[in-house]
């Protein structure tokens, strides 16, 4: 029979297991983070960019956002901080930069806080802000489920990558073979990843990436599309 402390900590991967799993029914399908345009315009066109692109928008995207961003809010909800977690959630807000990226998070906020009702997980209604957006609630969810920090950044990450790379085998077209391979090249970069956002100061923090805003301001009146953004 397993002991108490390792039955908690299958509990708690599991519990981040369903939090990445693309079944989630919180709709993150519908969304490409501006993917979708950088192919229309030819910016990512085979597997080789599309690694350089993804490359980048994890060291200066997820590295100095979402992902420290993950790290100060679960430390918020260990606390009930809730001016922590207000603060964090407005913060990440601000950070996006079109109106695409902003329905994204709110949209997929919205969506995960109805599944943690319906599963009676959510927290006491003043914990949180009015409409907390995804990255808030994905480190409520964490927290509640008693993932590790470290373990619930690199969860993050994946799910970003798995989704990423689901939107190229719809779109550019990739193939899954391709897309492994990807997975294989990427993944020490998260790990690397996570290292580095746990370290960052707060001043430190915040997105560097004029490409994606750019692409998803003209994903806004792409001709034909795929996704939502």
Not at 8 to 20: H, I, K, N, S
Not at 142 to 153: E, F, I, K, S
Not at 209 to 214: F, K, S, T
């Amino acid at each position: 029979m397993p002991t108490e402390h390792a039955a908690e900590g299958d509990l708690a991967l599991l519990g981040l297991m369903q939090l990445v799993s693309p079944a989630l029914p919180i709709g993150a399908f519908a969304f490409s983070q501006g993917l979708e345009s950088a192919f229309e315009l030819g910016w990512v066109h085979d597997e080789s960019s599309l690694a350089a692109w993804l490359s980048g928008v994890l060291e200066d995207g997820l590295t100095r956002c979402e992902l420290p961003l993950i790290a100060r809010l679960y430390r918020a909800f260990e606390h009930a901080d809730r001016d922590a977690i207000a603060q964090w959630d407005m913060w990440l807000t601000a950070t996006r930069e079109t109106a695409e990226l902003v329905a994204e998070d709110s949209r997929l906020g919205a969506s995960l806080k109805r599944l943690l009702g319906s599963l009676d997980l959510l927290p006491n209604e003043d914990l949180l802000p009015t409409q907390p957006g995804y990255v808030t609630l994905f480190a409520f969810t964490a927290h509640a489920r008693r993932v590790p920090v470290r373990q619930a950044l690199l969860g993050f990450g994946w799910a970003w990558l798995e989704n990423q790379l689901a939107v190229a085998c719809k779109a550019l077209p990739l193939g899954h073979t391709a897309a492994q391979r990807l997975i294989e090249q990427l993944r020490p970069a998260l790990v690397t990843a996570v290292d580095e956002a746990l370290v960052l100061d707060d001043q430190d923090l915040g997105p560097v990436l004029p490409g994606l805003a750019l692409a998803s301001a003209l994903h806004e009146t792409q001709y034909s599309r795929l996704f939502r953004s």
